[in-house]
């Protein structure tokens, strides 16, 4: 068995797990894309609750297979409910993806991650390439608001250095996924030049991260999966898209119906 058949299998695998689980995730999201990312987790097979009520944080975690953190809004009543959620999910066992939307772009958006991740367990790490650069120390980072002007390779050794900070999974969107923790490091190829054209796309990579994060105990098994089943949807709806709208429609379809010969054609993992 080749290396791509065997991640092949552990993919489907997963995917299996989450259709047949519908495994709860509970997402403290940015107002931008909680429908999109709401969406995702649906046609993927998961189920998604959005709230950032910190009065309920405790039992919603309590019944969730992953508590998604995206730091997209970062308003007061926004911030007040991550760190309580997170408490109760280092508590309860529960894995936690965070998504450090714009680090590097204000002070708040720096410093509030890096408080998170000092603060409690981390299992998964994803953003962007100078996300993930200011996260890991590096200054002045490539970051354009909430965008990155840099590539992920670009971000390949400080991505490293930030998994083995924290001991977590770091997944580094962009051109080309990357995807570390350990000694593990993995690319991801595919996907769609049309996918960066629609907004909240990379909160989406996220919030399938949780969902992969539901069903699988290894960060980085679960970071890579949620990759790989991005890029391969993203290829998909690009076949059948006639520009921006049209991939963002079909690329919930592709979620919904991605299968063993779509996961087997089309994925591209270097290792």
């Known amino acids: 068995m080749t290396k791509a058949d065997a991640t092949a299998d552990n993919v489907l695998r997963d995917l299996a797990a989450i259709r047949a689980k519908n495994p709860v995730v ?60 997170w408490a109760a999910a280092d508590a309860a066992g529960v894995p936690v993806v965070l998504d450090p939307v714009g680090a590097g772009a204000s002070t708040l958006r720096t410093a509030t991650p890096l408080a998170l991740l000092a603060g409690h367990k981390a299992f998964i790490v994803r953003g962007n390439a100078s996300e993930i650069m200011t996260l890991a120390g590096k200054s002045g980072a490539a970051a354009k608001g909430v965008d990155s002007t840099a590539k992920s390779g670009d971000a390949a050794d400080l991505a490293r250095a930030l998994a083995n900070r924290f001991s977590c999974a770091v997944a580094v969107s962009g051109e080309v996924d990357l995807v570390c923790a350990g000694q593990a490091t993995a690319l991801v190829h595919g996907g769609s030049a049309l996918m960066p054209r629609v907004t909240g796309l990379g909160c989406t990579a996220t919030a399938l991260c949780g969902a992969f994060a539901a069903v699988n105990p290894d960060p980085f098994e679960a970071a890579l999966h949620a990759c790989v089943a991005m890029k391969v949807a993203g290829e998909m709806a690009a076949d059948k898209a006639a520009g921006p709208g049209t991939l963002q429609l079909h690329f919930y379809d592709a979620l919904y119906s991605m299968g063993e010969q779509d996961i087997r054609q089309r994925l591209k993992v270097e290792r």
């Open 26 to 85: 509970l997402n403290i999201t940015n107002y931008v894309v909680t429908n999109t990312t709401a969406n995702a987790l649906l046609a993927l097979g998961a189920s998604p609750i959005m709230s950032h009520a910190v009065e309920e944080m405790a039992e919603l975690v309590g019944i969730s297979g992953a508590l998604v953190i995206n730091l997209g809004t970062v308003a007061p009543e926004y911030l007040a409910a991550m760190d309580p959620a």
